[in-house]
T-cell receptor
Framework: GQQVMQIPQYQHVQEGEDFTTYCNSSTTLSNIQWYKQRPGGHPVFLIQ?????EVKKQKRLTFQFGEAKKNSSLHITATQTTDVGTYFC????????FGTGTSLTVIP | GAVVSQHPSRVICKSGTSVKIECRSL??????MFWYRQFPKQSLMLMATSNEGSKATYEQGVEKDKFLINHASLTLSTLTVTSAHPEDSSFYIC????????????FGPGTRLTVT
């Protein structure tokens, strides 16, 4: 069945360093969404990408959708302690699946 | 922005009893709501899609007779865990799709269910 995997599972960075999480699907996706979940909180929608090769930016966050629409990435430039949380991708293919998530810890 | 509430936030019940969890969209009407389950430090697993006025669509492997979903109005969906067992203990989260944003989901704060 369809699977959406993310790497890495955990990432510890020093404040100010960059961070990237990668999302890979076993099947082609019609779109990809990204969510952030703070510890103890619920997922919050960040963005949706639809087009092949699409790149979108939100301040220090850069989102990319692969040409084959099977992978995506989220890059954070110069991380801050407020970036702490788990980042999930979620893709629509045959069904809607959340990725396995990447837990980001930012060390002040 | 769109707000989704869940009630209760935490519930402890004994094995064999049933528990109802409510999901409400507070400031918008949601024709579609989703129910997820999340185990500690794991991803969200979609359990079912709830459509107002019709039967819910369950994901493969989710027992519809055990997890009863009712979407009686455009602002309320309920999930009832029937004959709960300790393995049903989990974090249950609902989300609702806003009418003018056909892809964005707004999540509720979640319900922590513990079955003893």
């Amino acid at each position: 069945g369809q699977q959406v995997m993310q790497i890495p599972q955990y990432q510890h960075v020093q404040e100010g360093e960059d961070f990237t999480t990668y999302c890979n699907s076993s099947t082609t996706l019609s779109n990809i969404q990204w969510y952030k979940q703070r510890p103890g909180g619920h997922p919050v929608f960040l963005i949706q990408l639809v087009k092949s090769g699409e790149v979108k930016k939100q301040k220090r966050l850069t989102f990319q959708f692969g040409e084959a629409k099977k992978n995506s990435s989220l890059h954070i430039t110069a991380t801050q302690t407020t970036d702490v949380g788990t980042y999930f991708c979620a893709g629509s293919g045959n069904q809607f699946y959340f990725g396995t998530g990447t837990s980001l810890t930012v060390i002040p | 922005g769109a707000v989704v509430s869940q009630h209760p936030s935490r519930v402890i019940c004994k094995s064999g009893t049933s528990v109802k969890i409510e999901c409400r969209s507070l400031d918008f009407q949601a024709t579609t709501m989703f129910w997820y389950r999340q185990f500690p430090k794991q991803s969200l697993m979609l359990m079912a899609t709830s459509n107002e006025g019709s039967k819910a669509t369950y994901e493969q492997g989710v027992e519809k007779d055990k997890f009863l979903i009712n979407h009686a109005s455009l602002t309320l969906s309920t999930l009832t865990v029937t004959s709960a067992h300790p393995e049903d203990s989990s974090f249950y989260i609902c989300s609702a799709r806003a009418p003018d944003r056909d892809y964005e989901q707004y999540f509720g704060p979640g319900t922590r269910l513990t079955v003893t």
